[in-house]
């Protein structure tokens, strides 16, 4: 699976857009970008994931660029539960969702 | 979206006895579930991989004699953490993607495992 490289920490003002860049260069045709969160204390939460095409649902919006080697969550208004660690993984087709390697994510902070 | 359930939350042991942790599918049947553990301030890592019907899976470093997972029915796997030491303990999180579809897992919301 390719590796992804994102920023340890960031800040986001509460109702501001919180956008979570993660780089995967090494990313192969047939593999998916998936983005979950854990909240303190909780088990880990899916929130999108894609292929090719920008996908958005209820909870966020992810970009993929032209070229797949980077990606941006975007939580569209920040609250203060959003606070959590985001965690940017990319997986093979065949291989889903199936045993999830973590990295280290990125720790976001929504300020009030 | 499905829900896995994890029982015990949080579990006090005195070192040397065992614990047995919990992870039910509620409402999809789960074939393969997976167990990670989380130490203070760390991501997570798999530890093992539960078939139903059949042997867990085991990641490299991780012990099966010392973590015994059982994995009976599609919708329940245990872990079992015997001659449990302070070393052991950490936060343990199930998780479990619904027979086949492979698009998301679903986690449980982990156990937290003292050891004293």
Same mark, same amino acid.
């Not at chain 1, 995967?24 to 047939?30: M, V």
């Not at chain 2, 449990?84 to 303990?89: I, K, N, Q």
């Given at each position: 699976d390719a590796k992804t490289t994102q920023p340890p920490s960031m800040d986001c003002a509460e109702g501001r857009a919180a956008n979570l860049p993660c780089n995967? #260069?090494?990313? #192969?045709?047939?593999e998916y970008v998936y983005w979950y969160r854990q909240i303190h204390s909780q088990g880990p939460q899916y929130i999108i994931h894609g292929l090719k095409n920008n996908e958005t649902n209820e909870m966020a919006s992810l970009i993929i660029t032209e070229d797949r080697k980077s990606s941006t969550l975007i939580l569209p208004h920040a609250t203060l539960r959003d606070t959590a660690v985001y965690y940017c993984i990319v997986r093979g087709v065949q291989t889903g969702a199936n045993n999830l390697f973590f990295g280290t994510g990125t720790r976001l902070t929504v300020i009030p | 979206g499905a829900v896995v359930s994890q029982h015990p939350s949080r579990v006090i042991c005195k070192s040397g006895t065992s614990v047995k942790i919990e992870c039910r599918s509620l409402d999809f049947q789960a074939t393969t579930m997976f167990w990670y553990r989380q130490f203070p301030k760390q991501s997570l890592m798999l530890m093992a991989t539960s078939n139903e019907g059949s042997k867990a899976t085991y990641e490299q470093g991780v012990e099966k004699d010392k973590f015994l997972i059982n994995?009976? $029915?599609?919708?329940l796997s245990t872990l079992t953490v015997t001659s449990?030491?302070?070393?052991? $303990?950490s936060f343990y999180i199930c998780s479990a993607p619904e027979a086949g579809k492979n698009t998301e897992a679903f986690f449980g919301q982990g156990t937290r495992l003292t050891v004293v």
């Open positions: 995967h #260069s090494t990313i #192969s045709g047939n | 994995h009976a $029915s599609l919708t449990a030491h302070p070393e052991d $303990s």
